[in-house]
């Protein structure tokens, strides 16, 4: 689909973008023709925007796991750590040869910065990825091992952020 080789692609960072990022990349396969799967770890809630917009389109297939709040480092509980679990296999699952053109693992990252995953789980994952998936990783916190190991590593750097500034969380922008 991408041509020979797909790639392994980071957004990380502390700064806002990282989702919109692979969202943007979806939606650019998509329009191609390409079979994308976007599993959302830690972002359990149903109101999303990208839920509402993605759902009708027929080779986008998203799959969100996790609580319908942000947890917050040292609060994790077992049940988090299902849903991660939860999220990793289904990104077995479409890792798979002839699954899907692109494999995004939204948050993965921040997933495994809690506790939730390992970082060898998703190096093993990435390993034995078919020859022309695509996988997109996002999240705060990459690995120093998954970074060495990716083709591309985007940071987002915070330089200024509205919720410094009082600002809650916007529908349509944040979530």
Not at 89 to 95: C, D, I, M, P, V
Not at 146 to 174: C, M, N, T, W
Request: proline fraction near 3%; aromatic fraction near 6%; include cysteine.
């Amino acid at each position: 689909m991408f041509g020979n080789k797909g790639t392994v692609q980071i957004y990380t960072g502390d700064g806002k973008g990282k989702t919109t990022a692979a969202l943007g990349l979806a939606i650019r396969a998509a329009g191609h023709g390409a079979r994308v799967v976007i599993i959302q770890f830690m972002k359990g809630w149903n109101g999303c925007g990208e839920l509402k917009i993605l759902a009708p389109l027929k080779n986008i297939t998203l799959i969100h796991t996790g609580a319908s709040k942000c947890i917050r480092p040292g609060a994790e509980s077992e049940w988090d750590a299902g849903e991660a679990e939860k999220g990793m296999r289904f990104a077995k699952k479409y890792a798979a040869p002839q699954m899907c053109d692109m494999l995004i693992l939204d948050e993965i990252t921040w997933a495994i910065s809690h506790g939730l995953l390992k970082t060898e789980d998703l190096l093993k994952l990435i390993d034995k990825k078919p020859e022309q998936l695509e996988i997109v990783i996002t999240g705060r916190c990459a690995p120093q091992e998954l970074i060495d190991r990716a083709d591309l590593v985007s940071e987002i750097k915070e330089i200024k952020h509205p919720f410094v500034q009082g600002v809650k969380e916007r529908q349509g922008i944040e979530y």
